[in-house]
Structure formats: structure tokens, C-alpha cells
């Protein structure tokens, strides 16, 4: 099945710094999630994103499905962007379960 | 509000006990799925439904067991056979099997 690999598993980051956050997967997709897990554990929705680039404030996206990756950009940081961030990609079968990354577990000091 | 909502938030058990974890949703979507994350790990698959009254075995499903009777609700038991029943559970749904899927907040359960 499809194989969904992050870079780096940690980052550590001054705020104010940018940083970019790389998501590899094995197969075509059709489509791809970001998301952001804050120390609560709540799953917050950041970015659903099949191909091309968006972008949401300080945070944008853009994922390459020719090249089989995706890239999450984040500006200026903000100790409130601390938590572990997420890709996920649908499995080519048919139930379309999701196929998750282990994550980035990114810290933002004050 | 549309979302999806989970309760209780902390959930204590003695060994032995069976438990329901509650997942409502008023987004009016049709799947619905049940996730598992243990401290530092990803997320695992345990049950999802495509449709009211149907739902299919996720990756680790030995242990627990779900109903699908409203469209809105999705509940999780987690039985006494479940060998290692403390972690973090989401529940999450979509309008279709395959779209953009919404987190609740999740269930701390923890068994002792």
C-alpha cells in the first residue's frame, strides 16, 4: 500500500523564524490533508489540498503529485504553532481509508 | 455550530470493564470513522462507516466494536478485550469515504 513519510520528525524554531515541513508519499494521490495537532490533542484542519498551492495567513501549501510530495510553510511562527503537524492521503483501494504520516512535532520558543 | 463533538473528554475505568465513547455529528456527513493515538505515534484506523447501518474493520478492530443506527452518531465500545485500552481516541467524519475528514476533540480513556 501507499507509504506516507515526514521530514523532520522534530523542529525547533525561534519565533518569528519561517520553516518548511516536507510530506513524501509512494503513490499517485488524489488528494491530501494537512493538519495541525495542538497540545490538547485537538486535530484542527488545515489544508486539503490534491495539488497546487493555498494559503491561509502565515501558512500555505503546496503539494507537487507528479513528484509525489507536499510541503506545508510556516511564516513568522508563533508559540501558539507549537503541536505536531499531519499528512494524510487517501489509499488507492476502495474504501479510501486515509493513510497517515508519523508526523512533525515542531516547538516554537518565545 | 456544525461539528463533530465527543464526550466525555476523560474517561477512568477499572480493568475488566466494558466502556462507550460517544461521537455525534451534525454536519450531516455519511462517513464516520474511529481513530487511536498513543503518546508520540500516529494515528490508527479501528472502525469506520460509509453509511448508516453499515461499518467495516479498520487496522487494529480486535477489542472493540461499533454501531451505526443515526446518521449523526457513531459510538465506540471498548471491551474487555481490548489488551492495552488507555490512549487517545478521535472520532472524525466526511461527506463521502475519501473527502476532507473533521476531527472531534477526542477521549482520553484510561484503564487501570
Known amino acids: 500500500g501507499i507509504q506516507v513519510e515526514q521530514s523532520p520528525p522534530d523542529l525547533i524554531l525561534q519565533e518569528g523564524a519561517n520553516s518548511t515541513l516536507r510530506c513524501n508519499f509512494s503513490d499517485s494521490v488524489n488528494n491530501l490533508q494537512w493538519f495541525h495537532q495542538n497540545p490538547w490533542g485537538q486535530l484542527i484542519n488545515l489544508f486539503y489540498i490534491p495539488s497546487g498551492t493555498k494559503q491561509n495567513g502565515r501558512l500555505s501549501a503546496t503539494t507537487v503529485a507528479t513528484e509525489r510530495y507536499s510541503l506545508l510553510y510556516i511564516s513568522s511562527s508563533q508559540t501558539t504553532d507549537s503541536g505536531v503537524y499531519f499528512c494524510?492521503?487517501?489509499?488507492?483501494?476502495?474504501?479510501?481509508?486515509?493513510?497517515w504520516g508519523l508526523g512533525t512535532s515542531l516547538a516554537v520558543n518565545p | 455550530d456544525g461539528g463533530i463533538t465527543q464526550s466525555p473528554k476523560y474517561l477512568f475505568r477499572k480493568e475488566g470493564q466494558n466502556v462507550t465513547l460517544s461521537c455525534e455529528q451534525n454536519l450531516n456527513h455519511d462517513a464516520m470513522y474511529w481513530y487511536r493515538q498513543d503518546p508520540g505515534q500516529g494515528l490508527r484506523l479501528i472502525y469506520y462507516s460509509q453509511i448508516v447501518n453499515d461499518f467495516q474493520k479498520g487496522d487494529i478492530a480486535e477489542g472493540y466494536s461499533v454501531s451505526r443506527e443515526k446518521k449523526e452518531s457513531f459510538p465506540l465500545t471498548v471491551t474487555s478485550a481490548q489488551k492495552n485500552p488507555t490512549a487517545f481516541y478521535l472520532c472524525?467524519?466526511?461527506?463521502?469515504?475519501?473527502?476532507?475528514?473533521?476531527f472531534g476533540p477526542g477521549t482520553r480513556l484510561t484503564v487501570t
Open positions: 494524510a492521503v487517501p489509499n488507492a483501494g476502495n474504501n479510501r481509508k486515509l493513510i
Open positions: 472524525a467524519s466526511s461527506r463521502d469515504r475519501g473527502d476532507e475528514q473533521y
